[in-house]
């Protein structure tokens, strides 16, 4: 008889969390359950990467995870990293660039909307026309109809086209790389669409979401709304695989095949290499995972094939903060819709957390590339960053050479939830279901951040180990 073995298909934050609740679950140590991690770039962590650059701390991919989604501070905790836990800076301003200059962002806003209302009557990011079409969504009807609609359709039936352009679009559409016009408003900010059907109007559903807020924040206190690691996201991917002693880690090899076989699966890796498995965990790109379950599952394998995927460049700037007019006020910038820029946004770094740049020293990350814009991705280093520095020359008056550039590119990274996606997850469930050995998990299905991929990592890793506790133990 073999031991029972789970092999997990990705060694990203999702891979991780997975493989760390495997080792971790009382299930599998009762089985004896081993667990194999297959991962095809040389090392692991996906996305979460952290380096050191001229006494800089640069985040390639993401640089923090949402503290409402308590499930990536929870693993830090939990793996002995809560004492590194670090909140973004306080009081500072984002702005939207808009008509050639920088304006803040009208304060209180929650998810694009409104929750006081004198900043947005003093806002110069919208005429005063706009400011009356915001204020009918205190009037309008709520929708009748429960079908899916876009992030962009609501909050322009609601509160006018230029919020949709200029406030909430570049807010909430960058966090996904997409166009708001375009992704579900379901899969990504299902509270709007909650919000309309509580209170019909979003502005008095978000008012109230403030008031409730007052009471938590006066009996706790003010909270971070982001949370990072003192020395970068890749601390957790750095402490995760010390406590995977006994995960058999392979990396730069990657699955071609995914096969049937009595009692679970074989895949067949890159270097001809076969692995018996028990059960699967596929937490990769929605299409890798459509790919290796064409022949297991033509529904699921055509449905998670069809879930779109943009390319996007964050170009990072190290600068002599002597060398920099600007003040950096603020956390940094989004770039309103119809804007003649390159960029989509610049994070200000060294404003927006502490320690990422020595005090005489100024980081600025941009990034390139969204829905529609995709091929900016293709272009090269220079040209990338030519763009780059033309763009912050005329938004922020920067004319100095940087100290420093990095530029990482991250090809078919974002997934988009177009309408329907919630449907389409439901579908691809249910052709999975006759698997109950077989998982999917990761950005492409219910939520993109760290969190959200941690949560369904360790979910479904919980899930497989419960169901072969269920099974006789031999293969």
Not at 286 to 293: D, E, F, I, T
Not at 438 to 454: E, N, Q, S, T
Request: overall charge positive; proline content about 7%; some cysteine.
């Amino acid at each position: 008889m073999l031991t029972p073995r789970i092999v997990i298909v990705g060694g990203g934050i999702t891979g991780l969390a997975a493989a760390h609740a495997l080792v971790t679950d009382p299930h599998v140590r009762r089985l004896g359950l081993r667990c194999t991690l297959v991962e095809a770039e040389p090392r692991l962590g996906g996305k979460l990467q952290t380096e050191r650059i001229d006494g800089c701390l640069v985040e390639n991919g993401p640089d923090s995870f949402l503290a409402t989604k308590p499930w990536a501070a929870e693993l830090c905790r939990t793996v002995g990293l809560g004492d590194r836990l670090v909140g973004t800076l306080p009081g500072r301003t984002v702005y939207v660039a808009y008509r050639g200059r920088l304006h803040p962002l009208p304060e209180g806003l929650a998810f694009g909307v409104p929750t006081r209302l004198w900043p947005v009557v003093r806002s110069s990011l919208l005429s005063p026309v706009e400011k009356l079409r915001v204020a009918t969504d205190l009037l309008l009807p709520r929708r009748d109809g429960t079908e899916d609609e876009t992030i962009g359709s609501l909050l322009r039936r609601r509160l006018g086209g230029a919020v949709v352009d200029r406030l909430a679009g570049p807010l909430l559409g960058g966090i996904y790389a997409g166009d708001p016009d375009q992704l579900s408003v379901r899969a990504t900010f299902p509270m709007l669409a909650e919000w309309e059907a509580a209170h019909r109007s979003l502005v008095l559903a978000a008012l109230a979401r403030r008031r409730r807020s007052r009471v938590v924040l006066a009996a706790g206190g003010p909270s971070p709304m982001f949370l990072s690691l003192i020395g970068g996201v890749s601390e957790l991917v750095c402490r995760l695989q010390a406590l995977l002693g006994d995960v058999e880690i392979l990396t730069g090899r990657s699955v071609t095949r995914l096969q049937r076989r009595p009692g679970g699966y074989s895949l067949t890796l890159d270097d001809g290499t076969v692995l018996d498995a028990s059960a699967v965990l596929l937490a990769v790109p929605a299409y890798v995972a459509g790919r290796l379950l064409e022949h297991l599952a033509p529904t699921a394998s055509r449905l998670l094939c069809s879930i779109p995927y943009v390319s996007t460049v964050a170009v990072t700037l190290g600068y002599r903060r002597a060398d920099l007019a600007h003040p950096l006020d603020g956390h940094g910038f989004v770039v309103a819709r119809g804007e003649p820029l390159a960029i989509t946004a610049c994070t200000w770094l060294s404003s927006k957390w502490p320690n990422r740049a020595p005090a005489d020293r100024a980081l600025l990350r941009c990034y390139l590339g969204a829905a529609g814009r995709e091929a900016i991705a293709e272009e090269e280093d220079d040209q990338l960053l030519t763009l780059t520095r033309a763009d912050l020359r005329v938004m922020m008056g920067i004319d100095a050479e940087p100290l420093f550039a990095s530029v990482a590119r991250w090809k078919r990274a974002m997934p988009q939830y177009l309408p329907g996606h919630l449907d389409r997850l439901a579908d691809i469930e249910a052709d999975l279901g006759r698997l109950p050995d077989l998982a999917i998990a990761g950005a492409g299905y219910r939520g993109i951040g760290i969190p959200d991929c941690i949560r369904q990592g360790t979910e479904a890793a919980g899930r497989l180990a419960r169901y072969l506790a269920r099974q006789p133990a031999a293969l």
